[in-house]
């Protein structure tokens, strides 16, 4: 089991950038698929991005075009790259790792970490 720990959230204006960080411990993340997950006040965790342990990104609907998934395996860390942020975006994002399944499925994902608040003010 692998520790994950986000960090990098915080206030920011509307239309402002985020990079959020996912930083692992107890285990390497090559063989992995990591993804970022949000929830909101009162809503479901959603599916934001991931990226396979091949490299290749993948995109919800929430973030596509503004957002940017990266991994560094060297760093054993992934990232989330958040531009143009709108105040909807506000919530808890969470790191996830995944040993396989649907990219895309919460339920595919063993490893949390405890999450990081970003709130974007209008």
């Known amino acids: 089991q692998v520790r994950l720990v986000e960090s990098g959230g915080r206030l920011v204006p509307a239309g402002g950038s985020l990079r959020l960080s996912c930083a692992a411990s107890g285990g390497t993340l090559i063989t992995k698929d990591m993804a970022w997950f949000r929830q909101g006040p009162g809503q479901e965790r959603q599916f934001v991005a991931a990226?396979?342990?091949?490299?290749?990104?993948y995109y919800g609907d929430p973030g596509k075009g503004r957002f940017t998934v990266a991994r560094d395996n060297a760093k054993n860390t992934v990232y989330l790259h958040m531009n143009r942020l709108k105040p909807e975006d506000t919530a808890v994002y969470y790191c996830?790792?995944?040993?396989?399944?649907?990219?895309?499925?919460?339920?595919?994902?063993?490893?949390w970490g405890q999450g990081t608040q970003v709130t974007v003010s209008s």
């Open positions: 996830a790792a995944s040993d396989g399944g649907s990219i895309s499925d919460r339920t595919s994902y063993r490893d």
């Open positions: 990226i396979s342990r091949s490299d290749s990104p």
